[in-house]
């Protein structure tokens, strides 16, 4: 799952870096994440991995870390 | 044809009653379609009354003035992601570039009240949408200086695509905005201590203003993201007074950009910008609400900061 949200990263995330080069609690938006980018990155997991954010998680927060990505992703998983 | 009712966001509280008193009284002059709304004599003449007053607040700021048309050049208004945060708010220019036999089809289907839309290109314009918009290009053209920089736009025309029966809602509108660019600190302490100033200023004309954190209207579900990082960021403040609504309507805000347009125009490596408007057609429209439809009437003090 992580190698699919980096891979999402790299393609929407519009990051200064290399997203393999972050860590997992990283903050994205300290990285260089723009607002405009979490939301291709939004949208761009919800196409990778055939989901749909509920209202509650179209936050600032859910976007802002791998690890915060995967926690969501994972939750949403549990549920379906 | 006046847009059907299903198109148009309905007017709440006593805003239908208010609008028609308004357009009764001669201040508004209503067109065919919902939000493009002509201002008659006593309107013109109150909202040069507000002009004057926010000159006369304005007068220590050292503001540099700055006007621009309307319209603004498409590639600013791409630059900055406006399309991707308010795409339902935008207008934009389409213009005729065809031949003389085309030049014919559309003058047929215009005059018959077809569809057109067809023989028409982009011109490369868009609708200004707010009026710091084509500040941050022209900082970039001109500089800004070591110790920052505040920009007054004048009461400039703005164009918001957002037809409804409110008269507080209108599609085209003065706005007056400050812009502030500078060092981070000072650009967040200019905004913080304007945000008293302007609720000051409106309170001393008798209007019942608060102020209260806000979002924009952002676009769609991921729009949603991007309206409560705002909140949760504390990046926009609203003065808002009560204009017949269910809800007490925004006349003013506070918008902190951090380095969003100055990156984007290259404005300096340490620059942040913010801005604050005054929608002149709502603040007027609040003082009619709240005072009465004449200014004669008006309590003393209000008509005397308004001279």
């Known amino acids: 799952m992580t190698d699919k949200i980096l891979a999402v990263l790299a393609e929407h995330g519009r990051l200064p870096v290399s997203p393999d080069s972050l860590g997992d609690g990283d903050d994205l938006y300290a990285a260089g994440m723009t607002s405009h980018a979490s939301i291709s990155v939004m949208l761009g997991l919800e196409d990778a991995f055939d989901v749909e954010f ?11 870390s791998i690890a915060s990505i995967r926690a969501a992703l994972d939750e949403l998983a549990e549920a379906a | 044809m006046a847009a059907s009712a299903l198109d148009v966001p309905q007017a709440t509280g006593s805003q239908g009653e208010f609008r028609e008193k308004l357009v009764a009284e001669g201040l508004l002059l209503p067109s065919s379609v919902p939000g493009v709304t002509g201002q008659g004599p ?7 009354r507000l002009d004057r007053a926010i000159d006369r607040l304005l007068a220590n700021e050292g503001a540099v003035a700055m006007e621009f048309p309307p319209i603004e050049p498409r590639h600013d208004m791409e630059s900055v992601g406006y399309l991707t945060s308010f795409p339902q708010l935008a207008g934009s220019v389409f213009a005729f570039h065809g031949e003389e036999a085309e030049a014919l089809q559309l003058g047929e289907k215009a005059h018959a009240h077809q569809d057109w839309s067809g023989h028409l290109q982009a011109a490369g314009l868009v609708m200004v949408p707010a009026a710091c918009h084509p500040v941050y290009p022209a900082l970039a053209h001109v500089g800004v200086p070591a110790g920052g920089v505040t920009v007054d736009t ?10 409804s029966d409110d008269p507080s809602r209108l599609v085209a509108f003065h706005m007056r905005e400050l812009v502030r660019a500078g060092s981070p600190d000072t650009v967040g302490a200019w905004r913080d201590d304007w945000r008293d100033r302007a609720l ?13 954190e806000a979002n924009d209207p952002f676009f769609g579900r991921s729009g949603k993201v991007l309206a409560r990082s705002q909140r949760a960021q504390k990046l926009k403040f609203e003065i808002l007074v009560p204009v017949g609504g269910d809800n007490p309507t925004a006349v003013a805000s506070f918008n902190a950009h951090s380095d969003h347009f100055a990156s984007v125009f290259s404005l300096g490596a340490d620059v942040h910008t913010a801005c604050l408007g005054f929608g002149i057609e709502r603040c007027v429209l609040a003082l009619l609400f709240t005072h009465g439809l004449s200014f004669d009437d008006w309590p003393a003090d209000v008509r005397a900061a308004l001279s």
């Open chain 2, 42 to 48: 006593a309107f013109v003449a109150l909202r040069h």
């Open chain 2, 154 to 163: 004048g009461p400039a025309w703005v164009f918001r695509h957002e037809p």
């Open chain 1, 54 to 64: 509920p209202d509650r998680m179209l936050t600032r927060e859910v976007f802002s």
């Open chain 2, 200 to 212: 000051e200023f409106l309170q001393s004309l008798g209007l019942p203003a608060a102020f209260d």
